[in-house]
């Protein structure tokens, strides 16, 4: 998990976005995405919401 969620920063601190997630809600969608409960399309409305 923390690979993906290592990844995700990275990649939003790539495009110029920052991130401010609440305490421990990007590895829990980490895990509701390893174990197939949330889609792509959930993962990136999230993201959007996390946006700063």
């Given at each position: 998990m923390r690979f993906a969620c290592?990844?995700?920063i990275a990649y939003?601190?790539?495009s110029g976005e920052?991130?401010?997630t609440p305490y421990g809600e990007l590895?829990?969608?980490a895990k509701e995405l390893s174990?197939?409960?949330s889609d792509?399309?959930?993962a990136a409305d999230r993201l959007r919401s996390?946006?700063?």
């Open positions: 290592a990844i995700t939003m601190h790539a920052g991130l401010d590895v829990e969608l174990a197939g409960k792509v399309f959930t996390w946006r700063v």
